[in-house]
């Protein structure tokens, strides 16, 4: 009857950082807090963009960001939204955003301890055509000592504590590994909470698909054009793979993370380093790739490993099931050998 419709055992983001808060008897609650006013920001931004056709917010704010892209309007709006409510959590010191071309330190009286990265609207090209975008971020513990500096930012991805996004989508998704494991939640707009649906996200060990703007094969170099041929021209009798791909990372990410295969933004001759930024779109994807079973290469090095020189650095990557990455992997190693 009626009531069989309800689960009673609801879930919420709430509640279950709570519960992970209570395995560690000596936290003071300061990450929950933290992570509430990153959901709120994300509730708000779900709003907007949902909206975002009708309020005509839709078009160029005038100005352009740190990537010389025009931003449009919701870029500037949930830029502001994510820089007022952390700092209003009084759990932050530094804040890095991928709309701000320095970083915020946050005053005095409402320091915390913890650095959050973040790209408040990823893929934002895509806003105009309805194409599912979202927010990235990461969470560092800042280092020893009283005054913040760049170095609290400056850490390898391993030393993240927490990582996730929000896509902004058919539905409203937040993903979120605070180290123990993938979990996913989406947003039910009548209650305004975001339910557990995804419980312990695991990748699978290998993929049938792969994620790459072919528009710079051209450019690659022999290991990524020696990969994508494999996955489209198989030596070995399977199957080729399918060829997914959105131009909204969060998008081609989360597919990726729930069907398994591969996503990849290689170097090229035109940017050796790829075009994803290192600290607030490699490092938390990465974070949640290795948590959830999968891993994340360089084309150097494992992911996490890397330490960033400046806040706004690029890297290329690959990232996805295990098996798949380890392919690129192997390709790479060759060709160091042959070097
Ligand atoms: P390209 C969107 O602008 C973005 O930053 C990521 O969300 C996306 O993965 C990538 O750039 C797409 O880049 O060069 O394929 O259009």
């Excluded at 069989?4 to 990450?31: C, W």
């Excluded at 005053?107 to 990265?117: D, T």
């Excluded at 995804?198 to 703007?213: A, E, L, M, R, W």
């Excluded at 989360?254 to 930024?277: C, E, Q, V, W």
């Amino acid at each position: 009857h009626a009531a069989d419709a309800y689960r009673t055992d609801l879930m919420t983001i709430t509640r279950f950082v709570l519960n992970e808060q209570s395995k560690h008897p000596e936290s003071r609650g300061d990450f929950t807090i933290l992570l509430s006013h990153i959901v709120l920001g994300c509730k708000f931004v779900c709003s907007a963009v949902n909206k975002a056709g009708l309020a005509k917010l839709i078009g160029l704010a005038g100005e352009t960001n740190v990537q010389g892209e025009e931003q449009k309007k919701l870029d500037v709006l949930s830029n502001d939204v994510f820089v007022k409510a952390l700092i209003s959590s009084g759990r932050t010191c530094i804040l890095v955003s991928e709309e701000d071309e320095e970083a915020t330190f946050v005053v005095a009286s409402k320091r915390g301890r913890y650095c959050v990265v973040f790209d408040p609207l990823d893929g934002s090209s895509n806003i105009d055509c309805g194409v599912s975008i979202g927010t990235i971020f990461g969470i560092y513990m800042m280092k020893d000592g009283d005054e913040p500096t760049l170095n609290d930012v400056l850490q390898p991805g391993k030393n993240m504590l927490a990582a996730g996004y929000c896509m902004y989508g058919s539905s409203c998704t937040f993903v979120l590994s605070t180290g123990a494991g993938v979990n996913g939640f989406t947003l039910d707009p009548s209650l305004g909470e975001f339910i557990l649906t995804h419980p312990d996200i695991k990748i699978p060990k290998k993929g049938k698909i792969y994620s790459v703007n072919e528009g710079n094969a051209k450019n690659w170099d022999a290991p990524t054009a020696k990969y994508v041929e494999k996955c489209k021209f198989p030596k070995d009798g399977s199957s080729s793979k399918s060829l997914r791909y959105i131009g909204s990372m969060v998008a081609d990410v989360h597919r990726t993370l729930l069907y398994g295969g591969i996503f990849l933004y290689p170097a090229d001759k035109k940017s050796p380093n790829g075009k994803l930024r290192v600290l607030y779109e490699v490092f938390p994807m990465s974070f949640l790739m290795e948590q959830a079973g999968g891993q994340a290469f360089t084309g150097k090095q494992r992911a996490l490993d890397l330490v960033p020189k400046n806040i706004h650095e690029r890297s290329p990557i690959f990232l996805g099931s295990y098996d798949d990455v380890e392919e690129v992997k192997a390709l790479y190693a060759a060709e160091e050998k042959k070097e």
